[in-house]
């Protein structure tokens, strides 16, 4: 194939509308020309830069509708996502509700129990109430041994 025929069949190799043989000779052309390659090569450009140009991105709004309408039809109900969450195999989870099973069981009992109630003291009235009652018997002192100093001021000993 020469440069002529080859720049003639260029523009349908660019759009992929070759097909066989005549194809084939293009490709083979192409790797022993480096003018016509040249050539491929803008043309390849110049049709990348025309489909960027004319290719319309979707608005905001579209991408936002889209999303949501997606996360609508293919997000699984909250009590999965939590059951999937609780599951998950992390071992930080295990050592976290490991950990937090004694606290809870504590405050719960503790919750739970009632408050101990001292009994009600009485207040002494007056210095009577603290004197010793008559037909009681005497106090008596055990375990005093005279012999030994109970103070352990200077100059005693």
Not at 117 to 126: I, K
């Amino acid at each position: 194939m020469d440069c002529t025929s080859c720049q003639r069949a260029l523009i349908d190799y660019v759009y992929d509308e070759l097909h066989g043989d005549e194809r084939r000779e293009v490709s083979r052309h192409l790797g022993r020309c480096p003018s016509c390659a040249l050539e491929f090569c803008q043309h390849r450009e110049e049709l990348d830069e025309l489909t960027r140009a004319y290719a319309e991105a979707p608005g905001d709004h579209v991408r936002q509708a889209l999303r949501a309408e997606v996360e609508r039809r293919f997000r699984p109900p909250l009590w999965r996502r939590l059951l999937g969450a609780w599951t998950r195999p992390v071992p930080a989870y295990g050592v976290a509700v490991a950990g937090l099973l004694p606290v809870l069981v504590w405050v719960i009992s503790a919750a739970a129990a009632p408050e101990p109630r001292e009994p009600p003291r009485a207040e002494p009235t007056s210095a009577r109430d603290f004197a010793p009652r008559e037909d009681a018997p005497p106090p008596r002192i055990a375990g005093y041994d005279a012999s030994t100093v109970l103070s352990h001021e200077p100059g005693l000993m």
